[in-house]
């Protein structure tokens, strides 16, 4: 059992060490985490708004394309 705690504690500093070189060559692992999940966030309201825009009395088929588009052309620059 000892060796098995030894080896999750190793496991454990190799990825300290990983994350510290990632962020000398440039890269946040917790910023790109924050923005992947800001992403997630921005899509899910797009297509919250389409579905409201779909789900009207006298459905808004215009604003809906619309949407679509824009959360096309996001998802594109990402």
Request: with cysteine; hydrophobic share 45%; proline share 3%.
């Amino acid at each position: 059992m000892a060796n098995v705690n030894a080896a999750i504690e190793r496991l454990k500093d190799i990825r300290v060490e990983l994350d510290e070189s990632l962020r000398l060559l440039g890269h946040d692992p917790e910023a790109a985490e924050c923005q992947q999940a800001g992403t997630m966030e921005r899509v899910l309201l797009h297509l919250q708004d389409i579905y409201s825009a779909l789900s009207r009395e006298t459905p808004s088929v215009d604003y809906a394309k619309a949407l679509v588009q824009e959360a096309m052309t996001f998802c594109k620059a990402i």
